[in-house]
């Protein structure tokens, strides 16, 4: 697989990965979506990896990951950069799931379910479309308020030209969307155990 950041990630469907966890041949599946979107619904049997911190120790990791391993989030835009970010740590045989759990659930397929909160990508609409509707209403009062709103635009433009986003990547740190502890130390034990005990599932 190429490393280059413009290569298009192997994908495996929901059908897919189902067929191959119900033939007992289930890939390393690693969710990299934040722990409070993990801990509302999972497919059984994944690792939480959230994005920042796969990216931050993808060495580390690489050396735990030796199999097929299959990468997950909301729909898959995050599971594309932690492909990237494998990838080019000289990471191989890796898919990202194609259209994420929401493919997955939309496929009525099993999830370990938790106390819902609201996804990531939900929590930076509320947020950027907050700040902007106050910032054009404010700006009624205080006329230099509409580039707060203009600033809020060109970041959104810039995260989908970028397939990026600055903030996601802030909403992700705050304590609602950390929920339970999910270091290197813990994600690695994990790992390196295998054991249901350590995938919540």
Not at 62 to 69: G, S
Not at 123 to 139: D, F, N, P
């Amino acid at each position: 697989m190429s490393t280059s950041e413009n290569a298009r990630p192997a994908v495996l469907d929901a059908a897919a990965l189902r067929e191959l966890i119900d033939s007992g041949r289930a890939p390393r599946l690693l969710d990299v979506r934040t722990p409070a979107e993990f801990e509302t619904a999972h497919i059984p049997g994944a690792y939480n990896v959230p994005l920042d911190l796969l990216k931050e120790h993808r060495e580390e990791l690489r050396h735990h990951l030796d199999e097929d391993v299959v990468l997950i989030c909301r729909s898959g835009v995050r599971a594309t950069q932690a492909e990237q970010a494998l990838s080019g740590a000289g990471l191989p045989r890796l898919k990202v799931l194609n259209g994420g759990m929401t493919a997955w659930q939309a496929a009525h397929a099993p999830i370990t379910q938790g106390a819902p909160r609201w996804d990531l990508e939900r929590q930076v609409r509320l947020v950027a479309g907050s700040i902007v509707l106050v910032s054009i209403l404010g700006s009624v009062f205080v006329p230099g308020l509409k580039w707060v709103a203009g600033f809020i635009g060109a970041g959104l433009t810039v995260a989908a030209v970028t397939n990026t986003c600055a903030m996601g990547m802030l909403l992700g740190k705050l304590p609602y969307n950390r929920g339970a502890s999910c270091d290197l130390d813990t994600v690695v034990g994990q790992l390196r155990a295998g054991s249901t005990t350590g995938q919540r599932s």
